[in-house]
């Protein structure tokens, strides 16, 4: 007979406690059993499928073929009928696929099917997932990817995601690329509902109301009032089941925080400024160093946020970096378990090469995630150490370009990793590779600069090279010596984990081996801070590269880089990439001062609640942005 190829462009669910496409899609996402709690009707499965594939039965010639005798006959019968039928319904107890021929044009297509003869084991359960995963471009969780479900990246030659089942043979679709950049509400039922108000005891009221409208099962979506120049805002971030309970929260203590001048907050991300500082404050992305990587970073964001997943594929792909793809695909979970996650980090550590690039796309990523939401461009950066060359990067018109990425991974002071400085520190420093000892090391310390500078002055194998805060600073060299520090000043401090000769006189121009000679545009509406005198770049810049070299052959003062964006009038600083220790810092710097520092993701934290968190801050103190991708959908009535 032949292989007959057919196009998945819709897909109708209902089984068990699922009755939608939306909701399985959460349970096949993370892994949650499906109960068999109700039977749905066939012909609402069917009318699904059909809409999500944007179908009219009334419009177009619809033919429904039954599963009777097996999966692969349906979809031969099914090939048969697309002859003369513009869509057939494929259909089982509880799921439907709608098919269509594969050059027919479609609004969501899910995957291509080759069917094979028709002696082919599979069901159209099995259909189902498959193409789901092919589309949204996720793995469920398995045993591969120690049970959490995870992003799934395409393969070194860039060509679509396939997969079997049975004999089947499936080919993921390129549309996902066309969807708009959030998917919020088929990632998850978190929403945001903001209650507006003149004042504390005026909101107050107006939470009340909102409070007892959802006792008496209003729908969420009718009680979104919201009033972007209202005095206050108060963004509340919940499912909708719990919406009722985080009103509660700010029924009992909102006004107690507003009462004592401090911002309302709730561990779900809700948030009400007390003093809103209003959309006159400029925003700025902070970019922190490259060494903080971990296992399972933008695992769910690239899930919320579908732009995110194309710009970290496209980045892998278009830098020539493939080699990295396998590392990132373990970074985004696909690891074994706690002793692979511990394994991934030390193989990073000791390729900084591969790390700085996988750091460099996952920045770029997340910068053009945030762009999206936030409907402006003209913004600020802020780096931290290596931190600068991503901001660099991600500033640019056309990131295509990629500047200095390929030459700074192969660099022969980050290419051995930690083994690099040890080579430099014993060349320099005359010691003999028979010395077992560690030669080189860093301490983080708390205490005032200026007191541990003057410690370290007249030392010529202990340097301070960074000062992160007022009271926090990094110094670097001589392991033995720089403990010897710290206790004779009598300050807490703790070792590094790791360590490197940046920042620091033994940091040598001639070791970036020409990385940064290649000149580059960025974007003038991005106005850049650097480390290198302490203020922006002027704008028009051609000698980035340079001043890039040396920052980094010098101390580091991020607190006074992070005070020269808030002369400028940055008051939101916003960190993309892994963790949230700039963030921290940031926070300690501007203590007292009217300021927002928050991350996009946080290690341990989920991105649901992260980036709803950022959202209902921004928000909150009257940041102009688009809220509809995350305010409640109207319920839907059966």
């Not at 749905?40 to 699904?48: F, G, H, L, T």
Request: with cysteine; net charge negative.
């Amino acid at each position: 007979m032949g292989e007959t190829r057919l196009a998945c462009a819709g897909i109708g669910y209902a089984m068990g406690a699922c009755g939608s496409v939306e909701s399985f899609e959460r349970a096949h996402y993370s892994g949650t059993p499906i109960g068999e709690s109700r039977t749905w009707p066939a012909e609402r499965v069917q009318e699904e499928a059909l809409r999500d594939a944007a179908v009219s039965a009334q419009d177009e010639r619809v033919v429904v073929v039954e599963v009777t005798d097996g999966l692969a006959k349906a979809l031969a019968r099914a090939g048969e009928e697309l002859a003369d039928a513009d869509v057939v319904l494929v259909c089982e107890e509880g799921a439907a696929i709608a098919l269509t021929r594969p050059d027919r044009p479609a609004p969501k297509i899910y995957a291509t099917l080759a069917v094979p003869e028709p002696d082919a084991s599979a069901t159209l359960d099995d259909l189902v997932r498959a193409a789901l995963s092919l589309y949204h471009r996720y793995l469920p969780p398995g045993p591969e990817n120690a049970g959490v479900s995870c992003p799934w990246l395409c393969e070194r030659d860039g060509a679509p995601l396939r997969t079997t089942v049975g004999e089947l043979t499936l080919t993921g679709a390129n549309t996902r690329d066309e969807i708009a950049p959030v998917d919020w509400h088929y990632a998850t039922d978190v929403v945001l509902l903001p209650v507006c108000g003149k004042d504390t005891e005026d909101l107050i009221a107006a939470v009340t109301r909102v409070k007892e409208a959802v006792d008496e099962g209003a729908d969420l979506a009718d009680l979104v009032a919201d009033d972007a120049e209202a005095p206050l805002r108060a963004v509340f971030s919940a499912k909708p089941d719990a919406m009722a309970r985080e009103l509660d929260r700010a029924l009992t203590s909102l006004a107690r925080a507003h009462a004592e001048g401090k911002d309302w907050a709730s561990p779900n991300g809700s948030y009400c400024a007390v003093r809103p500082i209003g959309a006159d404050g400029g925003v700025a992305l902070v970019y922190p160093g490259l060494f903080t990587l971990y296992a399972g970073l933008s695992r769910e964001l690239m899930r919320l946020f579908p732009v995110v997943h194309s710009a970290l594929e496209a980045l892998a792909l278009d830098t020539g970096a493939v080699e990295h793809r396998d590392l990132v695909q373990r970074l985004l979970g696909r690891v074994a378990g706690p002793e692979d996650e511990a394994g991934l980090e030390r193989e990073l550590v000791n390729d900084l090469g591969a790390l700085c690039a996988i750091g460099v796309g996952f920045t770029t990523a997340h910068t053009q995630l945030l762009r999206a939401l936030l409907g402006r461009r003209d913004l600020g950066a802020v780096g931290y150490s290596l931190g600068e060359v991503s901001m660099i990067i991600a500033a640019q018109p056309d990131t295509r370009d990629f500047w200095a990425l390929r030459s700074l991974g192969a660099m022969p002071v980050l290419d051995d990793g930690i083994a690099a400085s040890d080579r430099v520190v014993r060349r320099k420093w005359e010691i003999p590779d028979s010395d077992p000892g560690p030669v080189w090391g860093s301490r983080v310390i708390m205490g005032d600069p200026e007191r541990v500078r003057t410690a370290v002055r007249g030392r010529d194998r202990v340097f301070l090279s960074h000062v992160n805060t007022p009271g926090e600073v990094v110094i670097t060299g001589d392991p033995t010596e720089c403990a010897q520090v710290a206790a004779e000043l009598g300050l807490p401090s703790i070792p590094s984990a790791h360590s490197h000769v940046f920042h620091t006189p033994l940091m040598e121009r001639g070791y970036f081996e020409s990385a940064f000679d290649q000149p580059v545009t960025v974007d003038p509406r991005v106005e850049l801070f650097s480390a290198h005198e302490n203020r922006p770049f002027a704008k028009g810049d051609r000698d980035l590269g340079d001043k890039i070299m040396t920052m980094l052959s010098r101390q580091v003062d991020f607190a006074r880089v992070v005070r020269a964006a808030y002369v400028q009038g940055y008051r939101y600083f916003l960190e993309v990439g892994p963790g949230g220790v700039c963030t921290r810092w940031i926070t300690d710097t501007l203590a007292g001062k009217p300021h927002v520092a928050v991350p996009l993701e946080r290690r341990g934290a989920p991105a649901v609640n992260t980036v709803a968190g950022l959202v209902a801050r921004l928000a909150s103190n009257g940041v102009p942005l688009d809220l509809t991708p995350f305010l409640p959908v109207q319920k839907e009535t059966t």
